[in-house]
């Protein structure tokens, strides 16, 4: 199935169930009257509550199909801790190629009116030692270092 159509038959079964939920009497109660739900519009003039999680924002993505779609958010870009600040309390290397790749889905993603949800993740590993795992926890002793890093990427 093109990207697209899971995307839109995903948003369709997830409104069904909410007004499912929503519209369904409550146990006995006094007021027996009619039950208002509701649901927000789903129009292609309204932009909408609804967002994606794509992988990219590029034509050979999908992009063409999450714009069809009607939905306003996007998730699709990670700021990878790890590749911006490689070494601890070293400069920020904003020039990475996943740095790039991000502001350019940035671009992207206000050049069509989408709001963007930025992941950030990744964490270098001495921000993570003594944990080994490559998704480890960031350890409690650096969470300054991880503050300081959100403040850098939030001023960029």
């Given amino acids: 199935m093109p990207f697209h159509k899971c995307h839109l038959f995903g948003l369709i079964i997830a409104a ?3 007004a499912g939920a929503i519209g369904r009497p409550h146990a006995a109660t006094a007021d027996t009257g009619p039950y208002t739900v509701y649901l927000p519009a789903v129009s292609a003039q309204i932009p909408t509550i609804f ?3 794509a992988t990219c924002l ?3 993505r999908g992009l063409d199909g999450l ?3 009607g ?8 700021l990878f801790w790890r590749d911006v600040e490689p070494a601890e309390g070293g400069e920020y290397h904003w020039d990475a190629p996943s740095v ?8 992207t993603a206000s050049a069509h009116g989408l709001k963007l949800i930025v ?3 990744a964490s270098p590993t001495w921000a993570t030692a003594p944990y080994q795992a490559a998704c480890a926890q960031i350890n409690p002793a650096e969470y300054a270092r991880f503050a300081a890093f959100l403040a850098a990427a939030i001023d960029r």
């Fill in 16 to 18: 069904l169930l909410l």
């Fill in 51 to 53: 967002g994606l999680d």
């Fill in 58 to 60: 590029t034509p050979e």
């Fill in 67 to 69: 714009l069809a779609s």
């Fill in 71 to 78: 939905a306003s958010w996007v998730r699709a870009s990670s």
């Fill in 100 to 107: 790039q790749i991000l502001e350019q889905e940035m671009l």
């Fill in 119 to 121: 992941v950030i993740r």
